[in-house]
């Protein structure tokens, strides 16, 4: 799990990763933009498949995410 302030900076992050380390697997992005369904399904993703990496917005992480 990697944490910033800004989602812009998940995304230019995981645009890098994804073109440099492709064996990395699926890299999911938690932010605010999300709908709740959604951020449920990011979070079980991540809790319950190997080879996940997620990027999440602290403002987004710090609500209800613990």
């Known amino acids: 799990m990697v944490a910033a302030c800004h989602p812009t900076l998940l995304h ?5 990763l994804k073109r440099n ?6 890299i999911s ?7 709740q ?3 449920s ?4 993703r991540f809790l319950n498949e190997n ?6 917005s602290i403002d987004a992480g710090g609500t209800g995410l613990h």
């Open 37 to 39: 369904k959604q951020r």
């Open 12 to 16: 230019i992050a995981k645009a890098f």
């Open 21 to 26: 380390n492709p064996e990395v697997g699926e």
């Open 51 to 56: 080879d996940r990496v997620l990027f999440m």
């Open 29 to 35: 992005v938690y932010h605010g933009g999300l709908t």
């Open 41 to 44: 399904d990011v979070v079980a």
